[in-house]
């Protein structure tokens, strides 16, 4: 897959390293379990059999796991250590959509799958850049391929532009005193996260106990979950809570009784 397009490479390679084509289905499809894809099986090493089978999802997967492994990248990018100079560098005979920055690293067409596409495209998210990996089957031509290959990688930027999660300096909630004294708890800083598609939860507020407290003391924090991530800001009070002072103490019993049973 790496030589572009190449069988009779793919045979020979299987047998080299495993003895023989059945040794190497007989290891990948192992591997496969082992690493948890559930849907896809071969049955022989170049792919052109139907009972070859899996998903996009997990075909992208396994993309990026190609994409992570450093030799295999380096290949992919031609910038492989092993390779000792350029004139014995394989050239990039599946280019497609580059001029829009896609990296083409699979272009295949078989009757059972139609038009196969992996791809990889570098995709900028605030000030972090990411790469994304994307792979699509049963495309029955590249008139079809080429607005969807575009659409999702777009559709990925946008997910991935920070969104405001947390407002710094915004209202979270409000605490209020038996004797009227009542302050906002504000966010102390801001929080971005890339969304991915994910939608933030509600804010969720806690709030250490205490008696009084100086403006601009924290309190407590919030936090919101998005996604399987989940971001957080100390929150401060926006006005003191003061003492109420011996008057209001005298004049109101039932409330101090009630505080000092409670714990407070």
Do not use: C, K, Q
Not at 108 to 129: H, K, L, N, P, Q
Not at 235 to 256: Q, S, Y
């Amino acid at each position: 897959m790496l030589l572009a397009s190449s069988n009779n490479h793919a045979d020979t390679l299987a047998r080299w390293a495993f003895g023989s084509v059945d040794a190497y289905v007989d290891r990948a499809n192992g591997w496969l379990e082992d690493e948890g894809f559930a849907a896809t099986r071969v049955v022989d090493a170049t792919g052109l059999s139907g009972g070859n089978v899996g998903t996009a999802s997990e075909l992208a997967r396994l993309a990026a796991l190609v994409v992570a492994d450093p030799a295999l990248a380096g290949m992919l990018e031609g910038t492989s250590t092993s390779t000792p100079t350029d004139d014995r560098r394989v050239p990039d005979a599946i280019a497609h959509l580059e001029d829009d920055g896609i990296r083409a690293l699979s272009r295949s067409y078989t009757d059972e799958a139609a038009i196969s596409f992996v791809w990889t495209a570098d995709i900028r998210s605030g000030e972090t850049d990411r790469r994304m990996v994307g792979a699509m089957t049963g495309v029955d031509d590249y008139d079809t391929l080429d607005p969807a290959v575009l659409a999702a990688v777009e559709g990925m930027a946008a997910a991935s532009a920070p969104i405001e999660v947390i407002t710094g300096g915004a209202a979270y909630g409000t605490v209020a005193s038996a004797w009227g004294d009542r302050a906002n708890l504000v966010a102390t800083s801001g929080r971005t996260d890339a969304a991915f598609g994910a939608a933030a939860d509600d804010a969720v507020i806690e709030v250490e106990p205490f008696a009084t407290a100086p403006a601009g003391r924290a309190v407590g924090s919030v936090g919101v979950r998005i996604g399987d991530r989940e971001v957080t800001s100390a929150l401060e009070l926006d006005a003191p809570i003061e003492d109420p002072g011996l008057f209001w103490r005298l004049t109101h019993p039932a409330e101090l009784i009630g505080a000092f049973l409670d714990g407070d």
